[in-house]
């Protein structure tokens, strides 16, 4: 008790100190701009030496730092000037400081007779020199701020804040913990942020770390990897021709280098790098991709980037500019524009350090629970790079237009009535809500089925689903409850159970969503989906290995997975009961097969590596599963073993080509009913996602065992140029050849649903004169930037060929 009654005592004499330091401390602002025509200078570097506080300037050439008040010494330095170091007595609570950078002396590129360019001996010894060096690094931390800036036309924005044409929609601001282990695990843990007033703090997430890293081999920019100047074989990918050496004293001696591709068969960089010739590292690049890296809209890039040297040995980015600008004209009519700038500040490194693995079992970008609380004191006193006046004017004219949009010029009210009504639409696809799926839907067993489905955590390590919902044209309620417990920290292993009276489905249930069958059902009568009733419940065991990865809205999962389940259910039949479709006519849905009612009682097993069927992780991974049932052991009115597999591998053949392989197969021992029956998946009113058939019938083959095989080589874009769409894409369209190839069988111990007096028979491959399934056809990527149209060709149970046209998402 002692203890306690001595720090209450003590409390306001803490709280005096704490306030005269805070009070002791002086921020420090200015510009710097260049000696010779005044321009402001961006990226300088601002250190107040002995100390560990420091800044960059913005693209306008300012700066902000705090300092201890007191006598400092302040170094500016920035690649190509004089780096200058000025004495400073920091007394008040504000000190301006401007400054002048001389340009350094420059020299131009010696003459020498020799096979090959200065630039490409002094890159050789630069890429020697990582090499040397490259197991070396293996983790470090740092801080990180990130502000993201997305700005457009007046007329797109519906706001007008001043005289000019560009006005800022958006700002997102962070400061976060930065880990990094090799080969290629980021982290990063928000700890403050703040955004503007039309964004939600939820969706604030920005955090630019080192994972773009033009120092590394590679470096992904909107999902395109492009491989950089300081790549291994750079030598064999660039050409490097030294420009211009600058030499002052008391700095190093920098090379700048200029960077082109040797060719325009790889994803590669243009521009400039500028490497301390001393040390063999580079300071900075200015680059841009070069025309194999597609970018919509024709859009323009430009990745700056600046590197430090930690400790003689550890080259790191420090600080980091990727401006993006596009501007879309659709039909000549309207052109809207968008400008995007990332601006980010890597200090405080710690190299070679232990960490903790859980680190890395959680999302690349986590928000800590004390950046909830916004911290004013905490973004003044840790400034590094200062807001442009323009940024700092739109953080109130956006607050300005959320509070009193019809006091804002340029805003329309349906524009503001529509922008309300997407909001209020988007929270569904969020929790706790579990979508929009789950709220409306239409499939011809259904009708119109109305609901809601909720899911959050309960407890820290206990998370809860609830859904309900009705289908007016069946008549039947629907529900589901379920509890989640994890049981670590990570939550990588965890133990639940649900229980549930669902409409289920037995086809694959990621080849056509839920969504996809509503809009069509809705529009033209047809339903993909196989159905059938299930009551009972479920209760699984999950391990999770890996960093959780994004999968759609806030959906994480970790990209390999082992999971046990057992699981009981009362199986029945489902009807056709909708009849109503826009624009299908008088042309009824297709039956839904009956299946063989009864009580299953199952067991099994589902092992995912770096496997999703929302989403691909990498170019190789598989899924395998198996599910056991047997009236002996588990009791119910079904026995029988399924195995089931699929995988995925994507390869490079040239730089420019890829080829894609998807293999997916099941077998099936016992007297499988016909609810776990597979079906041969394919195409659905002229749509088609990957790996299905293109030319099959909906649901046109099934069998208790199955294998099907799909290449597609895309040759990139084989005549550039040809085929673009003026204004809107710089890049012609991608040729794609496509081959698959199906079979599907029974075995004789297979049970079929009854209909009347006998059974209800279901096609398979094996049954026809064929016995496979084949077809092949051409593709074309990018017809439009976002879609692709295929025509295939279907040579299989069939009197001649026959050809069909699909359209699908871009790839």
């Not at 009654?5 to 704490?18: E, G, K």
């Not at 002048?100 to 360019?117: I, N, T």
């Not at 200029?258 to 200015?286: C, H, Q, Y």
Request: charged letters at 20%.
């Amino acid at each position: 008790m002692k203890p306690i009654l001595l720090a209450l005592l003590f409390l306001p004499v803490l709280a005096a100190a704490a306030t005269a330091q805070d009070a002791a401390r002086t921020v420090v602002t200015g510009v710097v701009t260049d000696s010779a025509g005044g321009a402001p200078l961006r990226f300088v570097t601002v250190r107040a030496l002995g100390t560990t506080v420091g800044g960059m300037t913005n693209s306008a050439g300012r700066f902000a730092i705090r300092l201890p008040r007191g006598e400092h010494t302040l170094e500016f330095s920035l690649v190509g000037y004089a780096t200058v170091r000025c004495d400073l007595s920091a007394r008040g609570d504000t000190v301006r400081f401007d400054l002048e950078l001389r340009p350094a002396a420059v020299r131009g590129a010696e003459v020498v007779v020799s096979a090959e360019d200065p630039g490409v001996k002094l890159m050789r010894r630069v890429l020697a020199r990582k090499a040397a060096q490259r197991d070396s690094l293996r983790t470090y931390s740092y801080m990180l701020y990130t502000k993201f800036v997305a700005a457009t036309d007046t007329l797109t924005a519906g706001r007008t804040d001043a005289p000019r044409d560009t006005t800022i929609v958006s700002i997102f601001e962070s400061y976060s913990r930065g880990y990094f282990r090799r080969p290629a695990d980021y982290f990063n843990e928000i700890v403050q942020r703040r955004q503007s007033a039309n964004v939600p703090p939820q969706s604030n997430f920005v955090a630019f770390g080192t994972n773009l890293n033009a120092y590394d081999d590679v470096v992904t920019i909107l999902g395109e990897e492009i491989a950089t100047p300081f790549h291994p074989d750079a030598l064999d990918y660039y050409d490097f021709v030294l420009e211009r050496t600058t030499d002052a004293a008391g700095t190093a001696r920098i090379a700048r280098v200029r960077v082109e591709p040797k060719g325009t068969a790889r994803r590669l960089f243009t521009g400039w790098v500028n490497i301390d010739m001393d040390r063999l590292v580079p300071v900075s690049v200015e680059l841009a991709p070069n025309r194999a890296v597609r970018l919509p809209f024709d859009a323009a890039l430009s990745y700056d980037q600046r590197f430090e040297e930690i400790g003689g040995r550890f080259v790191v980015p420090t600080g980091m500019r990727i401006y993006s600008s596009l501007r879309a004209e659709l039909l000549w009519l309207i052109a809207p524009r968008l400008d995007v700038t990332i601006e980010t500040v890597a200090y405080d490194y710690h190299c070679n350090i232990p960490l903790d693995d859980g680190l890395f079992d959680q999302r690349r970008v986590e928000v800590s629970p004390e950046a909830e609380r916004f911290d004013s004191t905490y973004w003044f006193d840790k400034a590094v790079l200062p807001l442009r006046p323009i940024e700092a004017e739109a953080y109130d004219a956006i607050q300005r237009a959320r509070d009193n949009p019809d006091s804002v010029n340029g805003t329309s009210l349906i524009g503001q009535f529509f922008t309300d009504l997407t909001r209020q639409v988007a929270r569904f696809n969020r929790r706790p809500f579990t979508g929009l799926d789950d709220i409306a839907r239409y499939n011809r067993v259904n009708g119109v089925y109305l609901g809601l489905g909720l899911r959050d955590d309960v407890l820290p390590w206990l998370e809860g689903s609830l859904l309900g919902g009705y289908g007016f044209a069946d008549r039947h309620g629907y529900g589901l409850a379920g509890l989640k417990a994890y049981l670590d920290a990570d939550k990588r292993v965890s133990l639940g159970g649900t229980a549930y009276r669902m409409l289920a489905r037995r086809d694959n249930p990621y080849v056509v969503g839920t969504g996809a069958i509503t809009a069509l059902a809705l529009l033209t009568g047809s339903d993909y989906g196989d159905y059938y009733y299930a009551n009972g419940g479920e209760a699984a065991f999950q391990i999770g290995f890996g960093q959780l990865q994004f999968i759609r809205r806030d959906q994480f999962e970790r990209p390999s997975t082992l999971r046990f389940f057992v699981r009981q259910e009362q199986q029945r039949s489902a009807g056709v009961h909708a009849d109503f479709s826009l624009f299908g006519g008088s042309a009824p849905f297709r039956d839904n097969p009956p299946i063989v009612p009864g009580t299953m009682r199952s067991f099994g097993m589902e092992f995912n590596w770096n496997y999703n069927p929302l989403r691909r992780f990498s170019r190789f991974g598989f899924h395998v599963a198996a599910e056991f049932a047997d009236p002996k052991y588990l009791g119910g009115d079904f026995r029988f073993e399924q195995f089931e597999g699929a995988m995925h591998l994507r390869m490079s053949t040239l730089p420019l080509w890829r080829l894609d392989l998807r293999a997916s197969g099941g077998y099936s021992v016992g007297s499988v009913p016909a609810q776990k029956f597979f079906s041969l998946e394919s195409a659905f009113s002229n749509t088609a996602s990957e790996g299905v058939f293109h030319s099959m019938h909906v649901k046109e083959f099934y069998g208790d065992r199955f294998a099907a095989l799909s290449l597609e080589h895309n040759f990139g874009e084989v005549i550039p140029g040809v085929l673009r769409i003026p204004n809107i894409a710089s890049f012609g369209i991608e040729f794609i050849l496509l081959a698959n190839i199906g079979w599907s069988g029974f075995s004789h111990d297979a049970v079929f649903a009854s209909e009347g007096s006998g059974r209800y028979s279901l096609p398979s491959t094996d049954a026809t004169r064929d016995r496979f399934y084949y077809e092949a056809g051409i593709g074309l990527n990018r017809v439009l930037l976002f879609f692709r149209v295929d025509i295939t060709g279907r040579f299989s149970q069939v009197e001649r060929p026959r050809f069909y046209f699909t359209i699908s998402g871009g790839l």
